[in-house]
């Protein structure tokens, strides 16, 4: 037996530190062969919501996203999951100092990014025309669009 806990998550399973929200503690069993990675559990069909999506098994040090649930003709749930790395090691990502080579977005002038067409300092202007030479419009409630880029240097 194996002591897990359910959850019920919506945050991105891109984010670190996730929001858990209500807990239900309950013991499970493995389903042999399993793996770290992708684990299987079986547990008592009453202890199981379809809104769980989430579960940590602590004897294991990690957190799993529910993605697959079935029911086998004993009445217990089968859990299949899969390893959330981010949450299991959040507390060691969030306490590493890192020099940060890349940024997605723009918004930070400080990350040099020389990927990047366009840095944060840049003006964009828009200008209404009331005719294009590219004549594409379906209705009078559509517009044309001509986007120009002129001048400047990166850095």
């Not at 299987?40 to 957190?63: D, Q, V, W």
């Not at 723009?106 to 200008?127: A, E, F, H, M, R």
């Amino acid at each position: 037996m194996i002591h897990i806990k359910l959850y019920t998550v919506y945050d991105d399973p891109r984010k670190v530190g996730k929001n858990l929200g209500t807990e239900t503690s309950l013991s499970a069993e493995l389903i042999y062969p399993t793996n770290l990675y992708n684990p299987s559990i079986r547990i008592r069909a009453t202890h199981f919501r379809p809104s769980m999506n989430y579960m940590l098994m602590a004897e294991l040090g990690r957190y799993y996203f529910i993605t697959d649930v079935t029911f086998d003709n004993g009445g217990a749930v089968i859990i299949q999951g899969r390893v959330d790395v981010l949450q299991s090691y959040a507390a060691a990502i969030k306490a590493l100092e890192c020099s940060i080579v890349r940024q997605e977005h723009q918004g930070t002038s400080n990350i040099v990014d020389s990927q990047i067409t366009l840095t944060p300092d840049k003006t964009l202007t828009y200008l209404k025309c009331n005719k294009t030479p590219f004549n594409i419009r379906r209705s009078n409630s559509q517009h044309n669009y001509v986007l120009c880029v002129a001048g400047g240097e990166q850095g």
